[in-house]
């Protein structure tokens, strides 16, 4: 047998060989001069045959090793370059994420600057509104000022406005007397109260323009010289001009004569 044929030999073959030189060992062979030669090369075939299966065990045990060796390395490639791809993508989220914070800062540090530059621009127009308003206050003040001057120029005017006309007499049983508008401003007569009695109001007033005269009858107060004396009886007429300020004049009646009347601001 030579090494080719040895090398195409299946396991179960050699292991057959194997056995059957072995077996013939335990054969005995009686007044066998070459008895000895003969188990030493069944020895040595078995031997040739068991050391191939072994070789052979250790290849396969070598092309086993090797290829977990390569399956390991290939394993070990894959863990270092999931981790180092781990390591990259971490890499790139912190550059990523510096690059969105330094964005993020410069957003904010603009808002900020945004902010105090809005903060400022209100102060100013607060400042600015306050100072408005002092004005408007001082220039109101002064309205006021002026105003009440005025309105005591016209109380001024007004005191003498309604003055007694004289007497209207006596006309389809009734006794008049006659009242005129001396002043300046048109007045608006609303009612009048004589002596104790309520007052009388009107439901739409009498427009009474500068100089314009008008009459109150004044029957129910005439007295006969033969049955009383004659008595002075308080007259009251309630009055307004056209912006609504009111006024009250006063005076005494005297038969028909009016004495001097007063015309103040008094609310009614």
Known sequence: MNLEQLSTMTEAELQAKANEHLERLDMPMVGSIGTDTHKQYHLLQSQIFLTELDRRRQANERIESE???????????????????ELLLALVGIIVGWVEGSKQMEVLDKLNKSSAETAATLTMLRQAQEAALDTQKHTLENIVTMNDALQDEMDLNMTEAIQWNGSGGAANGHQVIDLVNSGRAVLLL????????????????????PNSSFQLDITRFMIRKETATEASIPVELYLTRQNGTKYVAKGILHRTIVSRMTTTRIRW
């Open 67 to 85: 290829q977990i060796a390569a399956r390991d390395y290939k394993l070990e490639l894959w863990v270092i370059g999931l981790i180092g791809a």
């Open 190 to 209: 609303w009612g009048s109260k004589f002596g104790n009695e309520p007052r009388t109001m009107r439901e739409q007033p009498t427009v009474l323009g």
